[in-house]
């Protein structure tokens, strides 16, 4: 199924999108076949109309499991690029081969290992896709506001607090996400260390048109270790 901007944007209005993701580092990779799809399914029983996740054998598997929108990354370390989001044309051309129904990019203003800028990038892309749709995850206002008026689709707090310059908080970056959601026009996506269900509700009261959740619901290692310090603070306390 194809899904037109306005359908996927009226059918993620102030609700939670499901980021299931698993690199080939983390347990949840199995390398014969993608498992993610059952965390979307999951997702998608509990009521998620669109999923994030990576690479092109998860977007594949997923849409085929629930029919839903997703949006597409690919996670990839270059040589001299800091950004690994999604980072050249490459990606993108496997995102739309894929079918993806958004692709996903870094759009921090961090240096590209081609020397180009992520205005030059975003030139590049609407050259050659003029019609898909982008979403820009960034880590600061400035970033946020830059790849806007670049004409990118919508925006994503993703990186806040992975950058050396963005504030490195435990919690989400609530500050950025009001920030941009009174200032652009476009719908901007709260994302990124989004632990519990009532920082989601801050997030969309804040003005975020969408939340996306990752770790907090489909990485077990991370959930079972914020049990485990939570729990060995105290004993180191008693
Ligand atoms: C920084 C980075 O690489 N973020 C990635 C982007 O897709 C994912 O690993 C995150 O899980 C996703 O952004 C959702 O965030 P959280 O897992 O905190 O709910």
Redesign the pocket.
């Known amino acids: 199924m194809k899904w037109s901007k306005e359908e996927i944007l009226t059918k993620i209005k102030g609700q939670l999108i499901v980021?299931c993701?698993a690199?080939p580092s983390e347990p949840l990779y199995v390398e014969e076949k993608s498992i993610m799809y059952l965390m979307a399914r999951a997702a998608k029983q509990a009521g998620s109309p669109c999923i994030?996740t990576?690479s092109v054998r998860d977007v594949k598997a997923i849409k085929e499991e629930t029919g839903l929108p997703v949006i597409g990354?690919i996670?990839i370390n270059y040589d001299g690029y800091d950004s690994?989001?999604t980072p050249t044309m490459k990606e993108v051309d496997q995102l739309v081969e894929a079918d993806s129904d958004i692709v996903?990019l870094d759009c921090t203003l961090r240096k590209r290992g081609d020397g180009s800028t992520i205005n030059d990038f975003l030139s590049d892309i609407r050259r050659k896709y003029p019609d898909i749709i982008l979403m820009a995850?960034i880590s600061t206002y400035e970033e946020g506001i830059n790849a806007w008026k670049c004409g990118v689709d919508l925006v994503?707090t993703?990186?806040s607090?992975?950058t050396d310059y963005s504030p490195h908080h435990e919690g989400?970056d609530l500050e950025l996400v009001s920030r941009l959601s009174t200032d652009l026009d476009i719908p901007v996506i709260a994302?990124?260390?989004?632990?519990y269900p009532e920082q989601a509700v801050q997030m969309l009261d804040a003005g975020a048109y969408a939340v996306?959740?990752?770790?907090?619901?489909?990485?077990p290692l991370?959930i079972a270790s914020r049990f485990i310090s939570a729990i060995e603070k105290r004993n180191t306390n008693e």
């Open positions: 980021s993701q690199l994030r990576s990354i996670k690994y989001i996903a995850d994503g993703t990186l607090g992975y989400p994302e990124g260390k989004i632990h996306v959740v990752g770790g907090a619901i489909t990485r991370e």
